[in-house]
């Protein structure tokens, strides 16, 4: 009961970062501290109004997400029709609608860079193309359940988080201009990461923000 503060006494807070924590129970039903800011990703976009144009705030990302802040039609965003709490995902190419009912059931984690058989996965949703790697061929399953591979070979990693505030993490090989960094499944941009040897010759990816335990982080060389 010692972590417990009347409510009164809360100043409110304009910005959230990583000395802020909340209480949250894990899988074995075990009270544990959370880092405050592990729920807010950069892809974060913003509230999204009827007349909210994400065109006029730089280049949508994978990953990129809007809050709906009214009801009604969204011409910026596919023109659909959507409710307040709702939210809007750029999977590259247009963007989806998530009904705020569906926020806790649906994965939008469609990206795996560990070597995985594609005939073994589920079939995406239904506008949802998985992406991963086999035998370091580049491979899509779309909702059909059709898997096309790529021609091209790909080298990859995926690498496990194991503490809060790790930042730097040990390659299996240098990456280059076209190297793709993902943190949990959302793409960074190139001032998000950066990568050197150090003294022992190991090559290190370095994040510009932290990752906590459980994150994942993937490499497309």
């Known amino acids: 009961m ?10 409110v807070r304009e910005s959230v970062n990583a000395s802020f924590y909340v ?3 894990d899988e074995e039903g075990h009270s ?3 880092p405050m800011i592990r729920f807010f990703q950069e892809r974060y976009r913003g509230i999204a109004l009827t007349t ?13 997400w809007f809050h709906c802040g009214e009801t009604g ?9 959507a409710s307040e709490f709702d939210r809007f995902y750029y999977n590259g190419t247009t ?17 795996t860079l560990a070597d995985t058989d594609p005939a073994g996965i589920t079939t995406p949703e239904v506008g949802y193309v998985f992406f991963g790697v086999h035998d370091s061929k580049p491979w ?26 790790d930042d730097e993490f040990e390659l299996d090989q240098a990456t280059s201009v076209s190297s793709l960094v993902f943190h949990n499944g959302s793409l960074l941009p190139s001032s998000g990461w950066s990568s050197n040897e150090d003294i022992s010759d190991t090559i290190i990816l370095t994040l510009t923000n932290p990752a906590y335990e459980g994150d994942v982080v993937k490499v497309l060389f």
């Open 2 to 11: 010692a972590d417990l503060i009347p409510e009164r006494t809360l100043r």
């Open 23 to 25: 209480r949250a129970l």
């Open 32 to 34: 544990v501290r959370v």
């Open 52 to 64: 909210t144009n994400p065109n006029t705030m730089g280049a949508s990302q994978i990953g990129d």
């Open 73 to 81: 039609r969204f011409t910026y965003f596919d023109n659909q029709e």
């Open 95 to 111: 963007w989806d609608l998530l009904p705020y009912s569906d926020l806790w059931t649906t994965n939008f984690n469609y990206l």
């Open 140 to 165: 899509t399953k779309d909702s059909d359940g059709n898997i096309l591979y790529s021609s091209a070979s790909v080298n990859s990693q995926e690498i496990l988080v194991e503490h809060d505030g």
